[in-house]
């Protein structure tokens, strides 16, 4: 008697596979092995020797000078997006110096780069680096240096919807949100929404209705089918829908969620036409499988985790507890319990997953995507129409429809919270998906609950510090220093972006007894803004001193959007917080040179015997107006991230430290720390510490004794 496989086998192996493939000391010998075993243990082994093969072939990325310029070329596949005052266009690869190169490239411009009609490709003379995140970067600081080449041809379907989307764009002045969302829900062009909008979204948690992918997809191959099937011809409706499925892909561009979601309908046609029709179950572990054999590196992309957990705790979770007993009809009671289970299942299935990636939660999500999915689909609709018929009665509709979605979504219970640890996360779902092999509704959800309950855990373990403790954190090119003692916790500036944020969460920091802004350069301030509109902050303390530029004027926006109480630092203000006192240091002189660096605020540190000093990033002539304090200290933040324009001799000898800590990007494009800066350390036998290399730096005050420790992450 033949043994049944069930169906989710191959992929639980395949990804067992590609998870295994970089951790083995010989591949190819666990491949051949596997392989072997395949031929009495089935297709479990044969697909994870598969998923280790594909790890082995990671192209080597290739390195260019970064201080010569290069010839950039890049296909335009989306259009520019406006970010903090700057622009950055997005490709998926693009040549340089005519080596093609099959890597995505973020091209910015510093100024407003003309508008994209039908050209082809884009062209720029400028450096080309790696920045520290390990993706290619290229900044043009002239028009003169960028220019669009060639012309799209009529029957590309990238063409169509560049046309498309050129429609609209005389009426983006006048219905700046009304186009962004038209493009982004019919095009799946999502450069025109704003960071507020996108905000919105995600904390109601349904950010996913905004992209373009199985809600369209889906709505236009059901269009298809079931136009064809009133008309009685079933069979062209599989082979349309299969030729739909190819084109979504060119239309939209090469995003992950329109090819996975075309790869399904794909997979769904090509089986009708074989007449080897399957269940909804098996098509969810073939289209995994397919997905992954064609982009193994979107095992650990969020995206790709969502979309196939969302879907599979539908299927494999609602519908067994769901389940209908001896095939009579379902009534009420069994409908209802049907709408709780699937909402049940999504919820314990992308809960942990939003955390783990976004740091973020948001229950009653499922829930709202429900109610919202009809509002999102007649959005869909009128915006169709308006690209058709563009008129001020359609964007009326659709900014009466957006209005609707933005009340939704401030219903849902949202916020910030610990990220599970990934051991957790690959134990929970890698028994999930061991549990669907032998059908175990229970087990599933019991296996999907570890990584929710292992944040929760890792919260209430990681929220108290036995002794005082100051964390200088890893955020890339840019400061921010945790100070904390017991539940206690003061945070001084916010470094770059939103790195600091999970960095907080995942120490257990949900409450700032206050956070403190050096100066307001975007590397020490940008962080602040999210720090104020996510965590609970006792007050803000600014110096008035040279407090300006867009960052100043964003946190101020975010301070009053919170209603955040602010403090304005002046000389020898001091802030307590339990045995840990702060005392900071205001010059009162305007420099002339570097006049934002030098109007830093300097902070002196004390708990118990040791000091240390926070110096932002003064200069030269700051540190010498501070020359008739008593700066001694036992660790020193260097100053501006140990440019050779800050920590002078005399300076050095005034603080005498022990240890210093240096906080600056990997590969950062000012060549911090500079040579001359880690000289003089060296040479009075200092010992240093640095982000860039070391991580994340613990300097932990025990017992009238400093210990530090470094870690990556």
């Not at 298809?224 to 599989?238: I, V």
């Not at 301030?525 to 600014?542: F, K, M, P, Q, T």
Request: glycine share 8%.
């Amino acid at each position: 008697m033949k043994h049944e496989v069930p169906a989710g086998l191959p992929l639980v192996g395949f990804i067992a596979g590609l998870a295994l493939g970089p951790i083995l000391v010989n591949p190819w010998f666990a491949v051949a092995g596997l392989l072997g075993v395949s031929l009495r243990l089935g297709r479990c082994a044969f697909f994870a020797a598969i998923g280790i093969a594909l790890t082995l072939h990671t192209p080597a990325i290739p390195t260019f000078h970064p201080d010569r310029f290069a010839t950039i070329e890049a296909p335009i596949e989306h259009d520019w997006t406006e970010r903090n005052g700057s622009f950055v266009l997005r490709a998926s690869r693009f040549t340089a110096n005519g080596l093609g190169v099959d890597t995505p490239i973020s091209i910015y411009a510093r100024f407003a780069p003309p508008e994209i009609a039908m050209e082809r490709v884009v062209r720029v003379e400028a450096f080309l680096r790696v920045n520290e995140h390990g993706n290619y970067v290229s900044t043009v600081k002239s028009p003169l240096l960028l220019g669009y080449h060639g012309r799209l041809p009529w029957w590309n379907p990238a063409a169509w919807n560049r046309a498309l989307a050129n429609r609209l764009e005389p009426y983006a002045r006048e219905h700046p949100t009304e186009v962004a969302l038209a493009q982004a829900l019919v095009l799946g062009r999502g450069e025109r929404l704003d960071e507020a909008l996108r905000e919105n979204f995600r904390r109601g948690g349904t950010y996913h209705l905004l992209v373009f992918s199985g809600l369209q997809i889906a709505f236009a191959a059901g269009l298809l089918a079931a136009l064809l099937r009133w008309l009685h011809c079933p069979r062209a409706s599989d082979w349309l829908l299969l030729i739909f499925a190819i084109l979504a892909p060119l239309f939209i561009g090469p995003t992950a969620s329109v090819s996975r979601a075309s790869l399904g309908i794909g997979l769904y046609a090509a089986s009708r036409i074989a007449t080897r029709p399957t269940s909804a179950r098996n098509l969810w572990c073939v289209a995994a499988l397919a997905w992954l054999v064609i982009e193994p590196r979107d095992l650990t992309d969020p995206s790709f985790h969502l979309t196939y957990a969302g879907a599979g705790a539908l299927l494999f979770v609602a519908t067994g507890f769901s389940r209908s007993k001896g095939g009579l009809k379902p009534a009420p009671a069994f409908t209802r319990r049907r709408w709780v289970a699937s909402l049940f299942a999504a919820e314990v299935a992308i809960t942990p997953l939003t955390l783990f990636h976004f740091h973020q939660y948001a229950i009653g999500g499922s829930l709202l995507t429900l109610v919202m999915s009809p509002l999102i689909f007649a959005m869909l609709v009128v915006s169709a129409l308006a690209f058709a018929v563009p008129c001020d009665a359609l964007f009326a509709v659709i900014r009466a429809l957006h209005a609707m979605c933005e009340a939704l979504n401030a219903i849902g219970l949202s916020g910030s919270f610990t990220a599970p640890p990934a051991l957790a996360l690959i134990t929970g779902f890698g028994l999930a998906l061991l549990a669907i092999t032998q059908k175990r509704t229970i087990a599933i959800v019991l296996a999907l609950l570890i990584p929710t309950i292992a944040a929760i855990v890792t919260y209430a373990s990681k929220r108290s510090v036995a002794h005082p403790r100051i964390t200088f954190l890893d955020v890339g090119q840019g400061d921010a220093i945790l100070i904390r003692s017991g539940r206690r916790a003061i945070l001084v500036d916010g470094g770059p972006g939103k790195h600091i944020l999970p960095l907080l969460l995942d120490r257990g920091v949900r409450r700032l007894d206050a956070a403190v802004l050096t100066h307001a350069h975007p590397d020490h301030c940008e962080g602040l803004v999210a720090v104020v509109e996510h965590l609970d902050v006792g007050s803000v303390w600014i110096s008035p001193r040279r407090f300006r530029g867009e960052c100043a004027e964003r946190l101020l926006d975010a301070v009053r959007a919170t209603q955040t109480p602010i403090h304005l630092i002046r000389d020898r203000d001091t802030i307590a917080l339990d045995d840990i006192s702060l005392t900071a240091h205001v010059s009162s002189f305007t420099f002339r040179r570097a006049p934002e660096n030098n109007a830093s605020v300097v902070l002196r540190l004390e708990t118990g015997t040791r000091r240390m000093l926070l110096t932002g990033d003064v200069e030269a002539e700051a540190e010498l107006d501070l020359a008739d304090r008593d700066l001694r200290a036992d660790v020193l933040k260097v100053a501006h991230h140990g440019s050779r324009t800050s920590t002078a001799d005399s300076f050095l000898e005034r603080v005498t430290p022990r240890l210093a800590i240096i906080s600056c990007g990997r590969r950062n494009l000012f060549g911090h720390p500079h040579g001359s800066v880690l000289d003089a350390l060296r040479e009075r036998g200092i010992r240093v510490w640095r982000t860039d290399r070391d991580g994340t730096i613990d300097v932990d005050v025990e017992g009238g004794k400093l210990y530090v420790r470094a870690r990556k992450g």
